[in-house]
Each structure stands twice: as structure tokens, then as C-alpha cells.
């Protein structure tokens, strides 16, 4: 009979040679192939499901009528601020965010110096973004008394030691405005304004009583908006036009204007124009009208 060999023992034998440790490496583990089909199908619905919402979206949208751009043919929405004061800042910071719009309201604010007024100041968005060191005194404005006790609390937790020198004025933007809080009166230095033309009844009478209150371009006056309106794309523009309305009842503001228009027809010389978003947001600074200047950088 042959013989087995002995059972080997896991510990080596003493005198023997000592042997390397022997590593026996497992074969990789083969995942079962997955089937792309669930994927696929999952996608393919997605695809459906976008295809038809754009579809619906897209004939709901175009049966919707346009809604006229010229501000003596829209009715006045202001009244809903008062409404809207409370849920205004958390129901559109992230849209604002996402469009980067708050470097855009930075770069206004660092504009202010001197004697500010800040129009249509609604709930003080741009508060955060004022250099208090450079301003003697900003008088912000706004006609609804809702939005603009909201303002005086961002003014109050952002400028602490700000004190009287920020006034909250509560009153129609284009009615002759307070004189700057000096003993000798006079006019500001920097008026701003952001995201008000699209709201006010009468824009171009509000942009010709900022050009009354703030000194001459010569003596360092300065016009300085930021503001929302029609489109250099006539597809976004037709959009705007039939969104309008509804957009209007429910914020209080007509993006459908034509803010180039407007600041023309206001008689503002223009010194700076800059367009955002396909044309949607644009950047003024101007100065009064008896200035003789042009327009000396726009960008495409
Ligand atoms: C769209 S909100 C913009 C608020 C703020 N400037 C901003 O950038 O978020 C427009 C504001 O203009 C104000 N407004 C509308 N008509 C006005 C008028 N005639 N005089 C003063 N404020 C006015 C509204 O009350 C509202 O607060």
C-alpha cells in the first residue's frame, strides 16, 4: 500500500530552513457584469417626462398674451411691497445668488461716497455692501413703509455704529427728495439705485428728480443704477412679454421695460453701460443732464 506523506504542520520544524512566508493572494473578485438596461430606461423616461413638461411649458407660454413694455400701459404694482416685505429677502437670495448679483450690488455700493441717497431702497439688500467709512450720510427712500422698516434693520445690524447718519425716508422716489443732512442743504454726491425702474409708475420722472438732487457731474455727482429689463435677444424678450404679467401681480415689478429707453429719454448723460444675462441686467452711472458728456464704454 503506498504510503500518505505525514500531515504537514503550520509551524515549522525546528532546524529546519527557515522558508519565506508564503502568500497566497486571492483572485480578484469578479462583480456579476451589471446590466446598463434599469440606466437606460431611467434616462429614457427623465428624457420623456423634460420633453413633455418643455413641450406643456412652451404652449401654456405662448398662449399667454404679451404684455405691453412701455410703463404708461402697465398698471402700477407697488402696493404688493407692503405684502411682500416680510418673505422678500428669503424668497429671492438664492435666485440672486445664482446669478451673481451680489457682486454686481457690491460694486454699486462701493460707489457711495459722501452724501448718499439710495432710491427704491426696498428691504436695504445692498446695505451689507456700503463702505460707511467713505459715506457721510446715506438717506435711503422707499414708498413702502413694510419694506422699508426691513431696510432700517439691515441698515441697524450692518452699521452699528452708523447711527444718524443713515435716515430712512419713507416717500414717493420721484417727489422732491430731502436735501442731504448738512446745515448748508445742497445736493448728494452719489445717488444709486437698484432694481427700481422696473417698479416705479413713472421712471423717467424718478431718474430726472435723482438727476435734480445730486450735484453736477463736474463737481463729482454721480447717477449710479443697477437694474432689470428687456433683453438684447428678442426670444428672451417674448418670454419677458408674456411672463409679465403675471410676474408683475405677483412682485410688483415689470421686467419687461426697456431701461436703455428710459435712461435716454430722462436726459442722464451716460458715462458707463454695462449689460449682464443676455442684456437683462444692466449698469449705469450717469450724470445730470446739463453735463456734456458721452458715453465713454459699453459693453457688447
Ligand atoms: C423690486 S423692489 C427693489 C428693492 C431694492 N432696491 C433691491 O434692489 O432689492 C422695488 C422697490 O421700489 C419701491 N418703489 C416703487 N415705487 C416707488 C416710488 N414711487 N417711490 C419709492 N419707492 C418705490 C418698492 O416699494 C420696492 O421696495
Not at 500531515?7 to 530552513?17: C, I, N
Not at 404684455?67 to 402697465?74: F, H, I, K, N, V
Not at 417727489?175 to 448728494?188: D, F, H, I, M, V
Amino acid at each position: 500500500m503506498p504510503q500518505r506523506p505525514p500531515p504537514q504542520s503550520p509551524l515549522p520544524r525546528r532546524g529546519a530552513r527557515s522558508q519565506p512566508p508564503l502568500h497566497i493572494q486571492a483572485p480578484p473578485l469578479r462583480r456579476p457584469a451589471r446590466s446598463k438596461t434599469p440606466l437606460i430606461l431611467a434616462a429614457g423616461v427623465a428624457a420623456y417626462g423634460l420633453s413633455l413638461y418643455t413641450a406643456y411649458l412652451y404652449t401654456t407660454i405662448k398662449d399667454l398674451p404679451p404684455a405691453p413694455s412701455s410703463p404708461r400701459l402697465q398698471p402700477s404694482n407697488a402696493k404688493v411691497y407692503n405684502a411682500l416685505a416680510s418673505e422678500y429677502d428669503t424668497s429671492i437670495w438664492f435666485s440672486e445668488l445664482t446669478m451673481g448679483l451680489p457682486l454686481l450690488r457690491r460694486a454699486l455700493a462701493r460707489r457711495a461716497h459722501g452724501h448718499v441717497l439710495e432710491a427704491s431702497v426696498g428691504t436695504g439688500r445692498n446695505a451689507a455692501y456700503y463702505d460707511m467709512d467713505k459715506c457721510a450720510s446715506v438717506t435711503v427712500v422707499d414708498s413702502s413703509l413694510e419694506m422699508l422698516t426691513v431696510a432700517r434693520a439691515a441698515f441697524a445690524s450692518r452699521h452699528p455704529r452708523s447711527g444718524t447718519r443713515v435716515r430712512c425716508v419713507h416717500m414717493d422716489a420721484a417727489a422732491p427728495l430731502p436735501p442731504p443732512p448738512t446745515p448748508a442743504g445742497g445736493k448728494y454726491d452719489v445717488a444709486i439705485q437698484s432694481m427700481g425702474i422696473c417698479s416705479h409708475e413713472d421712471p423717467i420722472a424718478l431718474l430726472r428728480n435723482l438727476a435734480r438732487s445730486v450735484k453736477s457731474g463736474s463737481e463729482g455727482g454721480r447717477i449710479v443704477l443697477l437694474e432689470h429689463g428687456r433683453s438684447r435677444f428678442e426670444w428672451i424678450n417674448d418670454l419677458l412679454d408674456r411672463l409679465a404679467w403675471g410676474h408683475a401681480r405677483r412682485w410688483g415689478c415689470w421686467w419687461n421695460r426697456d431701461i436703455g429707453e428710459l435712461v435716454e429719454r430722462s436726459g442722464l448723460k451716460l458715462l458707463e453701460v454695462r449689460r449682464y444675462h443676455f442684456g437683462t441686467t444692466w449698469w449705469v452711472v450717469a450724470v445730470p443732464p446739463d453735463e456734456d458728456k458721452t458715453i465713454v464704454s459699453s459693453s457688447p
